[in-house]
């Protein structure tokens, strides 16, 4: 299990971009899978974009498909989430969610689905304004 924390929320005008940051505080990295999900006011907690621990792989909501990238860096036990062209639709509360998975599941809806991931962050506000 391991402690996640996010940063670099904030406020940003509609085109404009952020980038946040997910550090895992406690616990090991290894093997760990991470995802990012948003909940926005009145909504359910959806999938944004996920990782798998070599890095190889990466999936993507459609919604964001092309305007934001996930990365990490094992070394640093942070992952990345480069939010480009924002949208006042993108704002929301972004949560950082890790799961250790040795060997990665081949149907890319398991990355989507946020009952596959059992650690959490307290998460981070983006607002865009438009």
């Known amino acids: 299990q391991v402690q996640l924390v996010e940063s670099g929320g904030g406020l940003v005008q509609a085109g404009g971009s952020l980038r946040l940051s997910c550090a895992a505080s406690k616990g090991t990295f290894t093997y760990y899978t991470m995802g990012w999900f948003r909940q926005a006011p009145g909504k359910e907690r959806e999938f944004v974009a996920a990782?798998?621990?070599?890095?190889?792989?990466?999936y993507y909501a459609d919604s964001v498909k092309g305007r934001f990238t996930i990365s990490r860096d094992n070394a640093k036990i942070t992952v990345y989430l480069q939010m480009n062209s924002l949208k006042p639709e993108d704002t929301a509360v972004y949560y950082c969610?890790?799961?250790?998975?040795?060997?990665?599941?081949?149907?890319?809806?398991?990355?989507?689905?946020?009952?596959?991931?059992?650690?959490w962050g307290q998460g981070t506000q983006v607002t865009v304004s438009s």
């Open positions: 969610a890790g799961r250790r998975l040795e060997t990665p599941y081949p149907d890319h809806r398991y990355y989507m689905n946020r009952g596959s991931y059992g650690d």
């Open positions: 990782i798998i621990w070599s890095g190889g792989f990466t």
